[in-house]
């Protein structure tokens, strides 16, 4: 509901600051008095059209900022999600006003445009006038207030979940569809590429597990080249270099050669013997250390090859190689979904045409349980006509169909309240047929029927009691506080029986101050309201039988 409104220095109010409860408010005062600049102020921060003669005389802007308590779960809550703005439980909407007539817009002190303003304001108040009337005169708006009134619930969940259901199915159709046109464009390509992929057959991983095995077999390579080299120094190709074995041989005969006794030499002979047994031990043992690490060349060359091949591969398709088997995957799919493309297309065709019956069917008994709420509802609000003087007025609710592209979650149906004023008159829209006052008052009776449903928890009434008086006034009084009782009402009226209904009472004033005009606004206790309802029934001379009149109407609403 609405919770305070801030106006500074707009038209004739410097600075006025409102609380509001709540049920029923009023608010009367003299023609003139300001009431007009309350509601354009109101309807400023909802959104409205901003201008330059909106802003106080000498002032250079204007501001008005409105709060509101949303209930929990209200559509105002999504819509700041959307904008990325994290509701909170107070909601501010403000307005500034250049004296050039430009605008900024705010919600919650953060910036937004003036269109996000419009969108949040009319899910929180509804404004109902004698020239400007939103809400209920908007045909978008009279699909939800009737399933809200009388369809059940669970025949729109029915047929939101049936659309929901068809739309699924037609979008797996339009994919199907189209990844088989895709397909057959490239199918040429596509088989090449699958037949290739297939010889080559990539594995998982294969990439890390030939570059380690090639690198082992490379070290393993240049491994043995060092053992053969240490071979050859021990063992020379070249006859005329002298192997150390050689060497050890001819020193070891050279000294056994000495003429005896040779006793001094043996220490060198056995040194010389130990020394070719160490060598042809070393002999041996590279000899067998070349045979179990030489590599296989044949290896290495079959693991770059198929390495180099997978590499390539991965180059040509513009992946990564360990990427390679989901690729060959994904293409032998494609050609799988052509190769048996028709017949899935009309597995899934037959699944679309299902889901559009159920979706069909659905609606069908949506539309059903609308006709039938209409009915009941042309009837409940035709007994709350008379007693407003409207008792030649009809409702008459038209339930027709949307074309295909309009079809939605709500189903297939366009709802519209239409009215005729007068016997034999053919029903047409609301906001064309009555007349100002009519038509305020149609409203009213609309919203005492639709008050339980009503999304928007703010109505304000401006002059719903316009060229009506006596019994007709009570009538539209009793009616404002039954809606009262489910929703906030703001009303602006000069009828003395619909401002003694009021909650509260608040009096627009005019006075002059330092020589200029401004509006002032009080909250009138007992008393005082008593006078303010005496005023609305004598005039400008208050009389005790006034006064006594006024007691007499509080006291019945009491």
Same mark, same amino acid.
């Not at 699924?168 to 199907?176: D, P, S, T």
């Not at 005729?420 to 038509?439: C, D, F, H, V, Y």
């Given at each position: 509901?609405?919770?305070?409104?801030?106006?500074?220095?707009?038209?004739?109010?410097?600075?006025?600051?409102?609380?509001?409860?709540?049920?029923?408010?009023?608010?009367?005062?003299?023609?003139?008095?300001?009431?007009?600049?309350?509601?354009?102020?109101?309807?400023?921060?909802?959104?409205?059209?901003?201008?330059?003669?909106?802003?106080?005389?000498?002032?250079?802007?204007?501001?008005?900022?409105?709060?509101?308590?949303?209930?929990?779960?209200?559509?105002?809550?999504?819509?700041?999600?959307?904008?990325?703005?994290?509701?909170?439980?107070?909601?501010?909407?403000?307005?500034?006003?250049?004296?050039?007539?430009?605008?900024?817009?705010?919600?919650?002190?953060?910036?937004?445009?003036?269109? +996000?303003?419009?969108?949040?304001?009319?899910?929180?108040?509804?404004?109902?006038?004698?020239? $400007?009337?939103?809400?209920?005169?908007?045909?978008?708006?009279?699909?939800?207030?009737?399933?809200?009134?009388?369809?059940?619930?669970?025949?729109?969940?029915?047929?939101?979940?049936?659309?929901?259901?068809?739309?699924?199915?037609?979008?797996?159709?339009?994919?199907?569809?189209?990844?088989?046109?895709?397909?057959?464009?490239?199918?040429?390509?596509?088989?090449?590429?699958?037949?290739?992929?297939?010889?080559?057959?990539?594995?998982?991983?294969? $990439?890390?597990?030939?570059?380690?095995?090639?690198?082992?077999?490379?070290?393993?390579?240049?491994?043995?080249?060092?053992?053969?080299?240490?071979?050859?120094?021990?063992?020379?190709?070249?006859?005329?270099?002298?192997?150390?074995?050689?060497?050890?041989?001819?020193?070891?005969?050279?000294?056994?050669?000495?003429?005896?006794?040779?006793?001094?030499?043996?220490?060198?002979?056995?040194?010389?013997?130990?020394?070719?047994?160490? +060598?042809?031990?070393?002999?041996?043992?590279?000899?067998?250390? +070349?045979?179990?690490?030489?590599?296989?060349?044949?290896?290495?060359?079959?693991?770059?090859?198929?390495?180099?091949?997978?590499?390539?591969?991965?180059?040509?398709?513009?992946?990564?190689?360990?990427?390679?088997?989901?690729?060959?995957?994904?293409?032998?799919?494609?050609?799988?979904?052509?190769?048996?493309?028709?017949g899935r297309v009309a597995a899934l065709e037959r699944d679309e045409d299902a889901a559009r019956r159920a979706y069909l069917a659905a609606a069908t008994a949506l539309t059903e349980a609308r006709r039938e709420a209409a009915g009941r509802l042309e009837k409940a609000v035709a007994k709350e006509l008379p007693p407003l003087k409207l008792d030649r007025a009809r409702l008459a609710i038209d339930i027709g169909a949307r074309d295909e592209s309009a079809w939605g979650p709500d189903g297939q149906d366009r709802v519209a309240f239409l009215v005729s004023t007068n016997p034999g008159q053919t029903p047409g829209p609301l906001a064309k047929i009555a007349s100002g006052g009519e038509l305020s008052r149609?409203?009213?009776?609309?919203?005492?029927?639709?008050?339980?449903?009503?999304?928007?928890?703010?109505?304000?009434? $401006?002059?719903?009691?316009?060229?009506?008086?006596?019994?007709?006034?009570?009538?539209?009084?009793?009616?404002?506080?039954?809606?009262?009782?489910?929703?906030?009402?703001?009303?602006?009226?000069?009828?003395?029986?619909?401002?003694?209904?009021?909650?509260?009472?608040?009096?627009?004033?005019?006075?002059?101050?330092?020589?200029?005009?401004?509006?002032?606004?009080?909250?009138?206790?007992?008393?005082?309201?008593?006078?303010?309802?005496?005023?609305?029934?004598?005039?400008?001379?208050?009389? $005790?039988?006034?006064?006594?009149?006024?007691?007499?109407?509080?006291?019945?609403?009491?």
């Amino acid at each position: 509901m609405l919770a305070s409104l801030a106006i500074r220095d707009v038209v004739l109010i410097e600075r006025l600051d409102l609380a509001f409860g709540p049920g029923l408010t009023t608010l009367t005062g003299e023609t003139g008095a300001g009431k007009s600049i309350l509601l354009d102020s109101l309807g400023l921060a909802l959104g409205g059209r901003a201008e330059s003669g909106m802003v106080r005389a000498g002032q250079a802007q204007a501001s008005v900022a409105a709060a509101f308590h949303p209930p929990a779960g209200h559509p105002a809550f999504d819509l700041l999600r959307e904008q990325g703005i994290e509701p909170e439980d107070d909601l501010v909407l403000r307005r500034v006003v250049q004296a050039d007539g430009r605008s900024r817009a705010f919600v919650n002190d953060q910036p937004v445009g003036v269109a +996000l303003l419009r969108r949040l304001g009319a899910t929180l108040v509804e404004v109902q006038g004698q020239h $400007d009337q939103v809400g209920l005169a908007d045909p978008a708006s009279h699909g939800g207030l009737l399933d809200a009134f009388g369809v059940l619930e669970h025949r729109r969940a029915a047929s939101a979940d049936a659309w929901s259901a068809w739309r699924i199915a037609g979008k797996r159709l339009v994919e199907a569809r189209e990844a088989i046109a895709a397909a057959q464009r490239e199918e040429e390509w596509l088989r090449h590429a699958v037949a290739e992929l297939k010889d080559l057959n990539p594995e998982e991983g294969e $990439d890390e597990r030939l570059a380690a095995e090639r690198q082992r077999l490379q070290q393993g390579e240049r491994r043995a080249e060092a053992i053969a080299t240490a071979i050859a120094e021990l063992t020379p190709r070249d006859r005329r270099a002298v192997s150390p074995s050689r060497a050890l041989r001819e020193a070891a005969r050279a000294l056994e050669r000495l003429p005896p006794p040779n006793e001094e030499a043996q220490p060198a002979l056995v040194a010389l013997a130990t020394a070719q047994d160490a +060598l042809a031990e070393a002999e041996t043992a590279l000899s067998r250390l +070349l045979q179990e690490a030489g590599p296989d060349p044949r290896r290495l060359e079959v693991v770059e090859e198929r390495l180099f091949a997978l590499r390539a591969a991965a180059r040509k398709h513009s992946v990564a190689v360990v990427d390679l088997p989901a690729l060959a995957a994904d293409m032998r799919a494609r050609l799988e979904a052509l190769d048996a493309g028709s017949g899935r297309v009309a597995a899934l065709e037959r699944d679309e045409d299902a889901a559009r019956r159920a979706y069909l069917a659905a609606a069908t008994a949506l539309t059903e349980a609308r006709r039938e709420a209409a009915g009941r509802l042309e009837k409940a609000v035709a007994k709350e006509l008379p007693p407003l003087k409207l008792d030649r007025a009809r409702l008459a609710i038209d339930i027709g169909a949307r074309d295909e592209s309009a079809w939605g979650p709500d189903g297939q149906d366009r709802v519209a309240f239409l009215v005729s004023t007068n016997p034999g008159q053919t029903p047409g829209p609301l906001a064309k047929i009555a007349s100002g006052g009519e038509l305020s008052r149609l409203m009213l009776a609309l919203k005492v029927v639709l008050a339980r449903g009503s999304p928007v928890p703010t109505l304000v009434f $401006d002059e719903v009691d316009s060229g009506i008086g006596g019994a007709t006034a009570a009538a539209v009084g009793e009616r404002l506080a039954r809606v009262a009782e489910r929703l906030q009402v703001l009303v602006v009226t000069h009828s003395p029986q619909v401002a003694a209904r009021g909650a509260a009472h608040m009096r627009v004033a005019k006075q002059v101050k330092g020589g200029r005009a401004e509006t002032r606004v009080e909250i009138l206790p007992d008393g005082e309201r008593r006078e303010e309802l005496a005023r609305m029934l004598a005039g400008e001379r208050v009389t $005790d039988a006034a006064r006594a009149a006024a007691e007499s109407l509080l006291a019945d609403v009491r």
